[in-house]
Nanobody, 121 residues
Framework: QVQLVESGGGLVQAGGSLRLSCAASGSFFSIDPMGWYRQAPGKQRELVATITSAGNTNYADSVKGRFAISRDNHKNTVYLQMNSLKPEDTAVYYC???????????????WGQGTQVTVSS
């Protein structure tokens, strides 16, 4: 089983920056991809960005050019650098990852507990 632990959320003024981290721990054969989702009050959870172990990235249109996702494969940690933050980026940010328990097992997804990001205007 895999546990995802997020850190780095908080309160920031519009135009500011925050960096989120998510570390995966537990027993697994591989973990790929990893990513970030967010959920604002009254809205559905949405994709923010994902990254594969090879470094291939995917971003929501709303964050392209402002957010950057990266990962340290040795540490099984994914990061989200958020720049030029806007009030509409306010949400709970969730780390997500897919993993295999063994070489032949299927993919299982898991979620972190979420970290609050609040951007004031």
């Amino acid at each position: 089983q895999v546990q995802l632990v997020e850190s780095g959320g908080g309160l920031v003024q519009a135009g500011g920056s925050l960096r989120l981290s998510c570390a995966a721990s537990g027993s697994f054969f591989s973990i790929d991809p990893m990513g970030w989702y967010r959920q604002a009050p009254g809205k559905q959870r949405e994709l923010v960005a994902t990254i594969t172990s090879a470094g291939n990235t995917n971003y929501a249109d709303s964050v392209k050019g402002r957010f950057a996702i990266s990962r340290d494969n040795h540490k099984n940690t994914v990061y989200l650098q958020m720049n030029s933050l806007k009030p509409e980026d306010t949400a709970v940010y969730y780390c997500n990852a897919y993993y295999r328990s063994s070489y032949s097992s299927g993919l299982t997804d898991c979620w972190g507990q979420g970290t609050q990001v609040t951007v004031s205007s």
